[in-house]
């Protein structure tokens, strides 16, 4: 389930809210929209260039 789905039932919807929360505690939490728009970026970047790195936001990644 991503950031920006609805729910069926209200229990789903309070489970999605504890698994966020959880993660946030646990400090592993990642905007699934933000993770699918560097994704992108990342894709686009290696179809278009001959890179042998490429910088996306904090990460690097070698090629």
Not at 38 to 45: G, I, M, N, P, S
């Amino acid at each position: 389930m991503d950031d920006r789905s609805s729910f069926e039932t209200k229990a789903d919807a309070q489970a999605w809210v504890r698994m966020i929360e959880s993660e946030i505690d646990r400090g592993i939490f990642a905007s699934r929209v933000e993770a699918e728009y560097f994704l992108d970026r990342l894709v686009w970047y290696l179809k278009n260039t001959q890179a042998a790195t490429v910088q996306v936001g904090r990460m690097t990644f070698f090629l």
